[in-house]
């Protein structure tokens, strides 16, 4: 396929209720699933050392994917389609939320002292961590999308507006903030629960490390660290809720002019030199020399 039919509108309507008409099973699926998945609500399991809280979006995703074209079919693959177009519209009034958020709770951040600060040079990790072994494995630009920070609300729609929500890029995001959804949440809380057993770390400093910018990681993360250090539970859930505070104000900018430009460097430094060595590495480089050579055509 060539690149430039990838990069345009799959599908274009001349109304909005032709659009309904053609979509209106992904709205009322959609519905049904955030029903479904709230009447169950936040389940938690005692673990010992800690809790694992499995929220409603959990639950939402496994039912998702059980209704798409590769299980039980309810929808169709043209309708998956168009629902991955509707992701940042649904999440918009979150972003919107998260700012307002962030503004009332900004003189919280500042009187958190420069730790918290400091923290959020630890969101810039992944890159080097993940993004080379992402490039040995065959992924291309998309790569970029899904390494260069853990991908919630924020860097998904920051990667859509640096490069457009059909890129490649913006599929490595899209993948890794659906799979972050669908097992961070109790990740998190694992992780917590651990990390606080061993007794390494003071409660204060694993509280400001569950803000990483998921407002569901932070508080299966935090749930789980209130429920070991009950006395301390005011403190820690104040220094998680002023971490994914900072995160929300910072982490764009960081996206932005630090993890992006970056992520980008790295990708063209390795990816001649690693990215080819693999089976999946050769076919994609070989898919994309054969795309840019059809763009070229045109």
């Not at 917590?192 to 407002?215: E, I, K, N, R």
Request: aromatic share 8%; net charge positive.
């Amino acid at each position: 396929m060539k690149r430039t039919e990838k990069q345009a509108p799959r599908y274009a309507y001349d109304t909005i209720a032709q659009r309904l008409r053609s979509e209106w099973k992904v709205y009322l699926g959609a519905l049904a699933l955030v029903a479904v998945a709230d009447l169950i609500g936040k389940k938690e399991i005692s673990l010992g050392v800690g809790a694992l809280i499995i929220f409603p979006i959990v639950y939402a995703l496994v039912f998702g994917v059980a209704l798409g074209p590769e299980a039980l079919k309810f929808f169709s693959a043209k309708e998956v389609k168009a629902a991955s177009g509707l992701v940042l519209v649904g999440i918009g009034p979150f972003i919107a939320k998260l700012g307002i958020t962030a503004g009332k709770d900004i003189m919280t951040v500042f009187s958190a002292g420069p730790a918290l600060f400091l923290r959020e040079l630890g969101n810039l990790t992944p890159i080097f961590l993940v993004l080379p072994i992402a490039i040995f494995l065959g992924m291309k630009r998309e790569a970029i999308g899904a390494c260069h920070s853990l991908n919630r609300e924020v860097n998904l729609a920051l990667i859509s507006d640096v490069y457009g929500a059909d890129s490649a890029e913006s599929r490595g995001s899209l993948s890794v903030y659906i799979v972050g959804g669908l097992i961070g949440t109790i990740y998190f809380g694992l992780m917590a629960s651990v990390c606080a057993s061993t007794g390494l770390w003071h409660p204060y400093a694993l509280a400001m490390a569950s803000g990483v910018g998921a407002a569901i990681m932070m508080a299966a993360a935090s749930a789980s660290l209130a429920s070991i250090y009950p006395a301390q539970s005011e403190q820690i859930l104040a220094f998680a809720g002023a971490s994914a505070a900072l995160t929300s104000i910072l982490g764009i900018y960081v996206g932005l002019f630090i993890a992006l430009p970056l992520s980008n460097k790295l990708y063209a430094f390795l990816e001649p030199r690693i990215g080819r060595i693999t089976k999946a590495g050769r076919r994609a480089a070989e898919e994309l020399e054969q795309e840019r050579a059809a763009a070229k055509e045109e």
